[in-house]
Structures are given as structure tokens and as C-alpha cells.
């Protein structure tokens, strides 16, 4: 398990590294020593915490967990094309905007552009009640999926029959 810790941390690295520096470094200097280890805790805890859960599901759950993965996984090729077609529409609008009217703030972008404060507002207003909704929203789905796997009857595995000398036949005549 630790070795595949590392391999994972290893693999990953090049996606979670920017986000890392940008996020921890940035409160570090902004926010001084002890808000920069907050930020630290919450992006490990974060970071760790569908991971550990998806390895703790599979040891447990073993081989059924996977096959239950794999028909959700159907949705997936879906979801991620909806998303990178949202995404990329979003990002020709803007840029498009940008070039027609440089001066100018589109709605939207000006509405993007505006939704992260507004939600680490929310967060710093009320710590503790938002990571109890994240903490449900996170772990609340796993529950149910983890809960509806274990109600399902479980097959042993099946295991080779062995055979007799005298049931073999003799296929070299």
C-alpha cells in the first residue's frame, strides 16, 4: 500500500504540483506561517481523501467493487465530454470577447471571475459548516455506493474441481 502510495504521488505530480505551490505558497506569504500549515492540512486532507477511500473500498470490497466501478464508469466517457465541450466553449467566448473588446469584461467571465470569492467567502464565514457539507458530499456517495454494494449477495469464488486418475480418458490412442 505505501508503494503504491508513492507510485500515485509519483504519477501525479505533474498535475497537483501547480495547484500545490500556487494554493499553499500563495498562503504562506498572504496569510503567514500557522494560515499557510491550515492551507497545507486542508489541500493534504483533501488530496488524500478520495484516494484513501477508493484503496480502502477496493481491499475491502475486492472484485466487486471494481465490476461496480466499471459500470459507472460507462458514464464517464460522457461526463467528461459534456465537461471539456462546456470548458472549451466557455474558453472561445471569453477569449473571443477578449479580442473584440479588449476594455470590455463579458457577463460571464465577469460572473467566473467573481464565484470563487464568493464561495471562499462562504467557507471563511463558516468553517466548520462547510466541511461538514463537503465532508457529506465527499463521503455520502461513497456510503451509499460502499452500502449498496454489501446488500448484494456475494458469490464465493469458484474453485478447480479435481479430477481423478481414473476420471481422465486417455486421448492418445
Known amino acids: 500500500m505505501v508503494l503504491y502510495g508513492v507510485i500515485y504521488a509519483l504519477g501525479s505530480l505533474s498535475c497537483s504540483l501547480p495547484l500545490f505551490l500556487a494554493s ?3 498562503s504562506f506569504t498572504g496569510h503567514g506561517f500557522l494560515g499557510g500549515l ?4 486542508a489541500y493534504a486532507l483533501g488530496m488524500g481523501l478520495l484516494i484513501t477511500a477508493a484503496a480502502v473500498i477496493t481491499t475491502v470490497l475486492g472484485t466487486t467493487a471494481l465490476r461496480h466501478a466499471g459500470r459507472a464508469g460507462r458514464w464517464l466517457p460522457a461526463i467528461s465530454g459534456t465537461t471539456l465541450i462546456l470548458s472549451g466553449a466557455y474558453l472561445a ?37 462547510s466541511a461538514l457539507v463537503l465532508g457529506v458530499l465527499v463521503l455520502g456517495p461513497i456510503a451509499v455506493v460502499t452500502a449498496r454494494i ?15 486418475e ?7 490412442q
Open 24 to 26: 499553499v505558497a500563495g
Open 166 to 172: 481414473s476420471g481422465k480418458r486417455n486421448t492418445s
Open 38 to 41: 491550515w492551507t497545507y492540512l
Open 93 to 129: 467566448y471569453y477569449w473571443l470577447a477578449e479580442l473584440l473588446d479588449p476594455a470590455g469584461s463579458p457577463p460571464l467571465a465577469a460572473f467566473v471571475q467573481q464565484a470563487p470569492g464568493w464561495v471562499a467567502t462562504r467557507i471563511a464565514a463558516h468553517p466548520t459548516g
Open 150 to 164: 454489501l446488500a448484494q449477495p456475494h458469490e464465493p469464488p469458484s474453485l478447480p474441481q479435481p479430477t481423478s
